[in-house]
Structure formats: structure tokens, C-alpha cells
T-cell receptor, first 113, second 114 residues
Framework: KAGVTQTPRYLIKTRGQQVTLSCSPI?????VSWYQQTPGQGLQFLFE???????NKGNFPGRFSGRQFSNSRSEMNVSTLELGDSALYLC????????????FGQGTRLTVV | QQQVKQSPQSLIVQKGGISIINCAYENTAFDYFPWYQQFPGKGPALLIAIRPDVSEKKEGRFTISFNKSAKQFSLHIMDSQPGDSATYFCAASYSTGTASKLTFGTGTRLQVTL
């Protein structure tokens, strides 16, 4: 069974640009959550999608958005990038609820210059 | 507001020793407590998890001890090996309603020396 796949693995963007990250969950999993990981703030919850609906949202500005498609694949978008958005963005998938047996992908390392 | 406090920040243990990492939580609604292991350049990997209806869960060399009254739980790694050197995160969440997210501790960097 394939794991959670995130693409791309690495990204370098310039301040003010926007970026889209992709996540393909484990086959059969319908919940996809996104987390931001930084040395200073640790792992912070961004949002969770289930059956194409955002089910929960963390405390991030509106520049951070996401969506989920009918095949459960999810994308995360960050607009008007800031230097502080540099982080490892992780996607986790689970069967029904995001908080039970969540499996993470390897992440996308975003660097904003 | 940090809802899950993890200690120590870093830990050095000799090969064969016991590694102990502690976490404390504030929200009594939490009812699911997983531990994740993360190697450099990788995403966190689910190691072991516990629910508050049991006080201990063991899987191989990894054991979670849970103290509901003290709102604390800990990870014990028996017979620690150099391959266990990684960062460990505790987490907590509650599974009712639609509030489905993991709240993580700040992580413990474990180094197992020869």
C-alpha cells in the first residue's frame, strides 16, 4: 500500500509569489490534514479536509488555503509569500478522523527568499 | 497557548539504556495520545498511541505510560539503540465532533551513543 505522497519535495520561491503544494493520501483515506513545521513553532495545524469539505482550521492567516478533490487528493496554496512562510509543510492522511492513526508524507520544504 | 508540554528538549542515552520522554496536557477533552518519530528529512512516523482507558501500552521496545489524573503521559524506549536517534513528538487530540486535529509537543531530540 503506497504511503502519503507530497509533491514537490523542495521549492524555492520569492517573497510576494504564491505557491501550490500537493498531497495524495493513502488509498481509501478520506481525511487529509496539513501541518507547518518550523524550528521555532514546531508542528502547527493548518487545516483538515474530509470529503472535499474543510472540517477544521488552525490559526493561520487567510493567505493559507486548501482544497480537496473527489479522489481525496488535496492541495494547499499560500499566496503573497513572506519570509516567515519558509517551513516544512506536511500532509497527513487518515481514514475517517484526522486525529486517529494519521500517517504523514515526507513533506515539502518551502524556502522563501 | 501550548496545550501539550514536552520534556526534555534533548536527551543523550547510552546504547542499551532506557530513554524516557514526558508530556503533560491541559485539555481534559483529549482522548487520543500518539507518539511520532521523525528522522531528518522525513515526515513524522506514527510510533505508538494510547487512549485514556488504559494506563500502559507496550509495542516491542516502546511503552507509553498514561496518568489520567495527573494529565501526563510518557514514552519509554527500552534497550535504546543508535538507530533510535531521532526527534520524538508527543501529540494529543479529541475525537468527538468535528474538532479533528493533532496538537503536538515541541519535540525531544534523542541521541543514543555507542
Amino acid at each position: 500500500k503506497a504511503g502519503v505522497t507530497q509533491t514537490p519535495r523542495y521549492l524555492i520561491k520569492t517573497r510576494g509569489q504564491q505557491v501550490t503544494l500537493s498531497c495524495s493520501p493513502i488509498s481509501g483515506h478520506r481525511s487529509v490534514s496539513w501541518y507547518q513545521q518550523t524550528p521555532g513553532q514546531g508542528l502547527q495545524f493548518l487545516f483538515e479536509y474530509f470529503s472535499e469539505t474543510q472540517r477544521n482550521k488552525g490559526n493561520f492567516p487567510g493567505r493559507f488555503s486548501g482544497r480537496q478533490f473527489s479522489n481525496s487528493r488535496s492541495e494547499m496554496n499560500v499566496s503573497t509569500l513572506e519570509l516567515g512562510d519558509s517551513a516544512l509543510y506536511l500532509c497527513a492522511s487518515s481514514g475517517v478522523r484526522a486525529n486517529t492513526e494519521a500517517f504523514f508524507g515526507q513533506g515539502t520544504r518551502l524556502t522563501v527568499v | 497557548q501550548q496545550q501539550v508540554k514536552q520534556s526534555p528538549q534533548s536527551l543523550i542515552v547510552q546504547k542499551g539504556g532506557i530513554s524516557i520522554i514526558n508530556c503533560a496536557y491541559e485539555n481534559t477533552a483529549f482522548d487520543y495520545f500518539p507518539w511520532y518519530q521523525q528522522f531528518p528529512g522525513k515526515g513524522p512516523a506514527l510510533l505508538i498511541a494510547i487512549r485514556p482507558d488504559v494506563s500502559e501500552k507496550k509495542e516491542g521496545r516502546f511503552t507509553i505510560s498514561f496518568n489520567k489524573s495527573a494529565k501526563q503521559f510518557s514514552l519509554h524506549i527500552m534497550d535504546s539503540q543508535p538507530g533510535d536517534s531521532a526527534t520524538y513528538f508527543c501529540a494529543a487530540s479529541y475525537s468527538t465532533g468535528t474538532a479533528s486535529k493533532l496538537t503536538f509537543g515541541t519535540g525531544t531530540r534523542l541521541q543514543v551513543t555507542l
